[in-house]
């Protein structure tokens, strides 16, 4: 696990309120150790810190009974980072991810295959696509099977805590020399410079200490690496015309970035940032249609397939690539 290194009071508060006696962690700004300033930017009617450990877990899985509670983000007077200065502490998370019931994801594979194309686009710029290659989270391997098919990569390195997709996992990799490490921190486990080539794809933004994390990836590389991360855009036009119901506004991110805070955090954790850009995602038309009817108050049962076509846009993500500063 992460160590918290700006926590501000290391025994965490309870918090108030009739409903409540769950004690939640307090922290200082995770990139630069700001206190946090009394105002927060996005709250929602009924904050989670007011509810207990046992009453927020439905919401943590998506399940939501009068409308969702987050806990409050402020933005860092210090380095602009948008971030929730009470929160869950590791062990509550650990709690939260073991009961995660098994992903129900209504994203077809073909819509996800296209999204993680496009990732791969942007890492295939940068690298030459040799030597080892790391991938933190890499589900069902997505990602890494593009690198399979194209790139000359020697050896893998994929710390995926979920046994369940290790099969398929497995498959992807197959006939390569790999590691399927059971622990998305697992990098202990990696020697030094092991990497010419690591990703992290929607994880960055699931962690409180995002700094650690990147320094002990950091010291997996070797001198001019590409680390390609994904992680949602606080920025993006769709947060600012939904507000606080923007969905990744949720219990599972400590933290959400824009272009300018993910550059103050990678150069905090000693990385050059090479390029952050807009990524695109792939829906079927089926899907969007469905969620626009839901969003206007209807809640029909079949939705035409428009033969299962696909579309990509531009929905409120980004994608930065960076490399190890100063090891050349
Ligand atoms: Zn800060």
Redo the contacts with the bound molecule.
């Keep these: 696990m992460a160590q918290q290194d700006h926590v501000l009071d290391p025994l965490a508060v309870t918090a108030s309120g009739p409903r409540s006696g769950a004690a939640y962690l307090r922290r200082?700004?995770?990139?630069?150790?700001?206190a946090p300033p009394a105002q927060p930017e996005v709250r929602t009617a009924i904050t989670a810190d007011t509810l207990g450990f046992d009453e927020l877990t439905p919401q943590w899985n998506g399940f939501f009974k009068e409308g969702k509670s987050i806990f409050s983000y402020v933005r860092?007077?210090?380095?602009?980072?948008l971030?929730a200065p009470v929160f869950f502490d590791n062990e509550q998370l650990g709690r939260l991810y073991a009961q995660m019931p098994p992903n129900m994801d209504e994203v077809p594979l073909p819509a996800l295959r296209a999204t993680q194309r496009g990732y791969f686009e942007a890492l295939k710029r940068h690298s030459a696509l040799k030597g080892g290659f790391i991938e933190v989270g890499p589900d069902v391997g997505l990602f890494t099977e593009n690198c399979v098919r194209e790139g000359q990569f020697d050896e893998y390195w994929l710390l995926e805590p979920n046994r369940a997709v290790e099969g398929a996992l497995r498959q992807v990799v197959n006939g390569r020399k790999h590691h399927i490490v059971h622990d998305m921190f697992g990098f202990k486990d990696i020697p030094e410079k092991a990497a010419s080539a690591a990703v992290m794809i929607h994880v960055l933004d699931h962690l409180l200490d995002p700094v650690e994390t990147l320094r002990q990836i950091r010291r997996t590389l070797t001198p001019g690496s590409t680390l390609v991360i994904v992680t949602h855009d606080e920025s993006s036009l769709l947060r600012q015309v939904i507000g606080s119901r923007w969905p990744a506004f949720c219990l599972q991110h400590p933290q959400i970035y824009n272009p300018k805070?993910i550059r103050?955090l990678m150069d905090a954790a000693g990385f050059e940032v090479k390029e952050v850009s807009k990524t695109v995602n792939h829906f079927e038309v089926k899907f969007l249609l469905k969620h626009l009817l839901w969003a206007l108050g209807f809640k029909p049962k079949k939705v035409p397939s428009f033969a299962n076509a696909v579309v990509g846009l531009k929905l409120g993500n980004m994608l930065t690539v960076a490399t190890p500063r100063g090891a050349a």
Excluded: D, Q, R, V
Excluded at 76 to 81: A, E, M, W
């Design positions: 200082n700004c995770p990139c630069c150790g700001n860092c007077t210090g380095c602009g980072l971030y805070s103050k």
